[in-house]
């Protein structure tokens, strides 16, 4: 089977964690201060805060920002469930904007198609690696008022108009997921520029718990420590931490692998009549995590079954959140606004795609498409 997605370890990143596992730090320690700090040098973000996966990045970042409780995000319904879950976590009501059809992101002319009153952020996410239309957004939420924060699990790597993503929003998220441009086996980021939001969400991430008289002379009192937000335990470890600084410095090669493999793709499959490939708009480069496909005249489900019976391990990336039975039950939505959202839903394919896929691998993928019985 070629799944879709997969990590690439390498030996390197082997003797990096057998390093950890050799010395004195194995959950959190000063590794994870120089994985923060790799991240935002590679990105230009003042301040990362690593944790233990990007939902609970999600998390923390919709926390920090201390929005009141009731206020309505605008937001993608096609995505992972993760994405709209941190609202809820935080007694906010996402509001679903439609996304477009080309790239699969939140459509700016529907996000200020809804905003109310009780709108206070925007929280967008960049859907394959696909860097969303940042400028449009952007002016919507100077014009608003409003925060925004950017899911950029898939797009680490990803460019917008020449500037790396990490800074566009007030919060931005990284997965470390392994089948995202990077892995820690599990782990994620929240970055930020600004200090305050930045405070907020390195308490929250350790049970809001702050050890100031740990450093202090007086050892009579070096034990004291006070809670002063309610935050959970999303920490990340220094062995964790030992493989992303080791992937980190590898992850434009993996960029660079990702779309030489989507552009084979485009020209492979150009010509199959009953599929339309992704598109790519020109101010971006594309982190590709996904590479997604429309089925054209076919059924969907048939040609997920023909691939996956040949070894091909196709997915689908993602039923849309409002369809979801807990969303179904709590967060009424009216499916009928977000007709491209629907269309897609029916007819995506997600083809694998990851740093190790050989040529001949691609070959297999599309020689496989090719002898579907339509």
């Known amino acids: 089977m070629i799944p879709y997605g997969h990590q690439c370890i390498e030996t390197d990143d082997i003797d990096a964690v057998v390093q950890v596992l050799q010395g004195d730090w194995l959950t959190t320690g000063p590794l994870v201060d120089k994985f923060e700090s790799a991240l935002c040098t590679y990105t230009g973000a003042c301040h990362g805060i690593a944790v233990n996966s990007a939902t609970s990045a999600l998390d923390i970042a919709v926390q920090a920002l201390r929005m009141p409780l009731g206020s309505e995000i605008i937001t993608t319904p096609f995505t992972f469930a993760a994405t709209n879950n941190a609202l809820l976590f935080n007694g906010m009501h996402p509001v679903f904007a439609d996304i477009q059809k080309a790239t699969r992101n939140i459509d700016p002319e529907d996000i200020r198609k809804r905003i109310t009153k009780k709108t206070t952020a925007i929280m967008y996410v960049d859907y394959a690696g696909h860097p969303c239309d940042i400028d449009e957004i952007h002016e919507i939420a100077d014009e608003h008022d409003l925060f925004l924060i950017e899911d950029a699990a898939h797009a680490l790597g990803a460019s917008y108009k020449g500037k790396k993503v990490g800074t566009f929003a007030d919060v931005t998220v990284f997965s470390f997921h392994p089948v995202k441009p990077i ?192």
Do not use: C
């Open 183 to 374: 892995t820690t086996g599990e782990g994620g980021a929240a970055l930020t520029d600004d200090p305050r939001i930045a405070e907020n969400m390195r308490l929250l991430r350790s049970h809001g718990i702050i050890k100031e008289n740990r450093s202090t002379k007086d050892q009579d009192i070096a034990w004291q420590y006070d809670m002063t937000m309610l935050g959970r335990n999303y920490r990340l470890s220094d062995i964790q931490a030992a493989l992303g600084l080791s992937q980190l410095k590898k992850i434009d090669r993996f960029i660079e692998k990702r779309n030489s493999l989507a552009t084979l793709y485009q020209e492979k499959l150009r010509d199959i009549s009953f599929i339309e490939l992704p598109q790519t708009k020109s101010d971006v480069f594309h982190g590709w995590h996904l590479y997604t496909v429309i089925m054209k005249g076919v059924s969907r489900n048939s040609f997920f079954g023909h691939m996956r019976n040949n070894g091909i391990g196709v997915n689908v990336h993602y039923i849309p959140t409002y369809q979801l039975s807990y969303y179904k039950k709590n967060v009424a939505t009216d499916i009928s606004k977000y007709p491209v959202t629907e269309e897609l839903f029916k007819k995506i394919i997600t083809l694998p795609l990851y740093p190790t896929m050989k040529e001949s691998d691609i070959d297999k993928v599309e020689a496989t498409i090719k002898n579907f019985d339509r």
